[in-house]
């Protein structure tokens, strides 16, 4: 039973540019939540994707967009990107997304802004 | 704003000890909390969770106390190894889909 999966694994950009993440989850899960981690620091809630729509947001800009599609698969989008952007992206998957639910993590994307 | 903190940044554990995180929350409204270790290169690894109607639950060698009165939460973890080091998270959830609010970490160094 695969995990969460996300790829790809590493990503460098520079300033401007734009970026697409992408994530499968747990088999039998139907939720897909982002976060992103900068180093030395916990996760921050991106985004909660439930039936390829946008369920919750965090506080992130615009710039940070999102897609689920039918297979519950996800990407994140990160348009005109800023050094600030640079961090290890996170996708966890859950049943439905529950506030008293467990996520469960890929490995992440480290995506670094040059 | 509402936050969730850890005490220590960085706790160093011999062998065999046994470990204590300690992790303050201030959202009086949240009440699902869960515990999360990561290590280098990897995504968070679901440790334990407790819902705010208990006090402890208990798994396999960690066991996470609860204490509504004070906003406190801790992580034990009994008979410390080499494998348990790495970073570990406190999150809360339960007041909205999907989001959980993680602390800052605390590094767990275990020494021989």
């Known amino acids: 039973d695969a995990g969460v999966t996300q790829s790809p694994t590493h990503l460098i950009k520079t300033r401007g540019q734009q970026v697409t993440l992408r994530c499968s989850p747990k088999?039998?899960?139907?939720?897909v939540s982002w976060y992103q981690q900068a180093l030395g620091q916990g996760p921050q809630f991106i985004f909660q994707?439930?039936?390829?729509?946008?369920?919750q947001r965090g506080n992130f800009p615009d710039r940070f967009s999102g897609h689920q599609f039918p297979n519950y698969s996800s990407e994140l989008n990160v348009n005109a990107l800023l050094l600030g952007d640079s961090a290890l992206y996170l996708c966890?998957?859950?049943?439905?997304?529950?506030?008293?639910?467990?996520?469960?993590f890929g490995s992440g994307t480290q995506l670094s802004v040059l | 704003g509402e936050s969730v903190g850890l005490h220590l940044p960085t706790l160093s554990v011999q062998e065999g000890d046994n470990s204590i995180i300690n992790c303050a929350y201030s959202?009086?409204?949240?009440?699902?909390f869960i515990w999360y270790k990561q290590e280098s290169g990897k995504g968070p690894q679901f440790i334990i969770d407790?819902?705010?109607?208990?006090d402890k639950r208990q798994g396999q060698r960690v066991t996470v106390l609860l204490n509504k009165t004070v906003k406190h939460l801790s992580l034990q973890i009994a008979a410390t190894q080499p494998g348990d080091s790495a970073v570990y998270f406190c999150?809360?959830?339960?007041?909205?889909?999907?989001?959980?609010?993680f602390g800052a970490g605390t590094q767990v160094v275990v020494t021989p």
């Open positions: 994707y439930y039936e390829e729509e946008e369920r």
């Open positions: 999150a809360e959830g339960g007041d909205s889909w999907g989001k959980l609010q």
């Open positions: 407790i819902r705010s109607n208990m």
């Open positions: 966890a998957s859950s049943l439905t997304g529950g506030p008293n639910e467990k996520l469960f």
């Open positions: 088999s039998g899960h139907d939720t």
């Open positions: 959202n009086s409204a949240s009440d699902y």
